[in-house]
């Protein structure tokens, strides 16, 4: 079975009422709009709208990736919680924006996007259920978003609970979205920690903005 961790509902009103807010926002200064991701002009309102699965965030830092010492251990190990929570936002079932929450600040609103990230959660999560009878069922697994933010890179950690709450130790990672030139990081398709890591060998991460600071005075 595949879970994420629970959200506390008594902070669900407050929630809801501050990505309302900022969704009018974005409706109105027209930064979301229908006729881009649809295809449709039809009215878009914030009643439109519904939350949709949310994940605990966890951040996996370069030098995790770089140290050799990593390869033999389980992501779970390796990840620093970011203290948020990721929410999918939908409109007729689809998701077209996500919402980030700070989990010791009563989940109080932080972040509101609406990027091409949160389709490809969907996707990932619709595989997953897809594939969750055959490789999830004979025990409780808990999912989690990871940011590789130095490869502009998402996955889900899956990690086994026991007793419905500790980590065993036993990871999957599942890749959500990452660049075109991380082409060594396999998609639809369960990894071990192991073989997620040796996908960025060689690989540069994306440090900044590149390029020349001559600067010819005119």
């Known amino acids: 079975m595949l879970k994420s961790d629970d959200f506390p509902p008594e902070y669900l009103e407050t929630l809801t009422e501050q990505i309302n807010y900022w ?4 409706i109105r200064s027209r930064q979301l709009r229908l006729d881009r991701v649809l295809g449709s002009e039809s009215a878009m309102t914030t009643d439109s709208f519904e939350l949709g699965e949310q994940f605990l965030m966890a951040c996996l830092l370069d030098k995790e990736i770089r140290d050799v010492n ?16 990721h929410h999918q936002l939908k409109h007729q079932k689809k998701a077209l924006a996500y919402a980030r ?37 004979e025990a409780t697994w808990c999912v989690r978003l990871v940011t590789v933010p130095t490869f502009h890179t998402h996955v889900f950690l899956i990690q086994q609970l026991e007793n419905g709450s500790n980590s065993t130790g036993e990871s999957y990672i599942f890749v959500v979205s990452a660049p075109d030139w991380m082409e060594k990081l396999p998609r639809q398709k369960l990894l071990r920690t192991r073989e997620f890591l040796l996908a960025f060998k060689s690989k540069t991460p994306i440090i900044g903005v590149r390029g020349t600071t001559n600067i010819s005075a005119t």
């Open 101 to 137: 929450s700070l989990v010791e600040k009563n989940e109080t609103l932080c972040q509101l996007f609406a990027t091409k990230l949160a389709p490809k959660v969907q996707e990932a999560i619709e595989w997953l259920d897809a594939h969750e009878d055959a490789e999830f069922a």
């Open 70 to 85: 990593s390869l033999n251990r389980d992501l779970g190990d390796l990840v620093k919680p970011t203290g948020r929570r």
């Open 23 to 26: 969704l009018g926002d974005m």
